[in-house]
């Protein structure tokens, strides 16, 4: 790479010294044009840098296989959680709502002191229940700032694929093997959390004792 030399400074101010405005034109062009190759070359280098790591990027199966579908996967099942507790805080909100309205029922019947207090404490057991779900709204505003978060991720890496030359459609879904090996990690850790993974759990008591009915116990 070539740099800026000490001798071209000193033949600029010698020039401008001797007033000679020819010769200091030409020492400024020299220094500009030697500066515009070293600028060319780190450009030229940023380009080929960049070029590397989107073949590099291209070349890692795991994370298209991760961007293609983990990603939307992680945010099926974060957005099913976030479903699935509200309905459920939901239906524990109604609950209690009803439960206090039943327990003023009550107390309007009773005159005895000791089963008012007992009404009374009732009646504040089941407000803290009411409060404790309020916060259900916190949670899903969380949940929905990372699900944002996951999405912009998933967006800003497809755009790489696509500037790496690979087709999203040309991508491979994962092996059997691969399925099968992330199916017995996520053994343990928690039930189906996305509607798809529902679709084939049993839903009642009675379609559990069918199915083990059908098994022969």
Do not use: C
């Not at 990027?57 to 976030?82: C, N, W």
């Not at 890496?157 to 099968?180: A, R, T």
């Amino acid at each position: 790479m070539k740099n800026i030399k000490i001798k071209q400074i000193k033949a600029l101010l010698k020039a401008m010294e001797k007033e000679d405005y020819d010769k200091a034109s030409q020492a400024l062009d020299e220094i500009i044009a030697t500066r515009d190759d070293n600028l060319l070359e780190q450009v030229e280098q940023i380009a080929q840098n960049l070029h590397d790591t989107l073949e590099q990027f291209g070349a890692d199966s795991m994370l298209l296989q991760h961007t293609k579908h983990g990603l939307p996967d992680a945010t099926e099942r974060l957005e099913y959680v976030i479903e699935t507790t509200e309905e459920a805080s939901n239906k524990t909100l109604s609950a209690a709502e009803n439960a206090i309205a039943l327990l003023e029922t009550l107390e309007s019947h009773v005159t005895d002191d000791s089963q008012k207090e007992l009404i009374g404490k009732a009646q504040s057991e089941v407000t803290e229940i009411m409060m404790a779900q309020s916060f259900q709204d916190l949670t899903g505003q969380v949940l929905n700032r990372v699900i944002m978060l996951v999405t912009s991720l998933e967006q800003s890496l497809m755009e790489l694929i696509n500037k790496s030359g690979i087709h999203i459609d040309d991508i491979p879904d994962p092996s059997d093997s691969e399925e099968e090996r992330k199916a017995q990690e996520m053994k343990g850790i928690g039930p189906n959390v996305t509607k798809s993974s529902q679709q084939n759990a049993v839903n009642s008591q009675d379609e559990v004792d069918d199915l083990l009915g059908d098994l022969g116990i």
